[in-house]
Nanobody, 124 residues
Framework: QVQLVDSGGGLVQTGGSLRLACEAPGRTFSTNPIGWFRQVPGKAREFAAAINWSGGVKCYANSVKCRFTISRDNVQNTVYLQMNSLNPEDTAVYYC?????????????????WGQGIQVTVSS
């Protein structure tokens, strides 16, 4: 059962930007850390970014550092991933996830609530 909803993906040219959003209809995750992960066919789902409940702690994979920004609005119950300077290597299905058991984590296995995933395609 999907409990998070990802949105904002699509097709963009190299160098362009997209902003992904992660919402939880009918529930709040303002006390949970949220992570963004991405996956390409044939490869494992990899970590992209994470944020703790308050937004005071953030972490990024080296591959997206300085280009992606994770943020959250706990009033709107939404987490965002702003993606700038996109390149074809960023093409993937992106998933947001919440951890209900940890205060903060970057490990995929510690996230137990997932969005449905959304396609991001960067053309060259």
């Amino acid at each position: 059962q999907v409990q998070l909803v990802d949105s904002g993906g699509g097709l963009v040219q190299t160098g362009g930007s997209l902003r992904l959003a992660c919402e939880a209809p009918g529930r709040t995750f303002s006390t949970n850390p949220i992570g963004w992960f991405r996956q390409v066919p044939g490869k494992a789902r990899e970590f992209a970014a994470a944020i703790n409940w308050s937004g005071g702690v953030k972490c990024y994979a080296n591959s997206v550092k300085c280009r992606f920004t994770i943020s959250r609005d706990n009033v709107q119950n939404t987490v965002y991933l702003q993606m700038n300077s996109l390149n074809p290597e960023d093409t993937a299905v992106y998933y947001c996830a919440a951890s209900t058991r940890y205060i903060y984590t970057e490990e995929r296995r510690r996230y137990d609530v997932w969005g449905q995933g959304i396609q991001v395609t960067v053309s060259s």
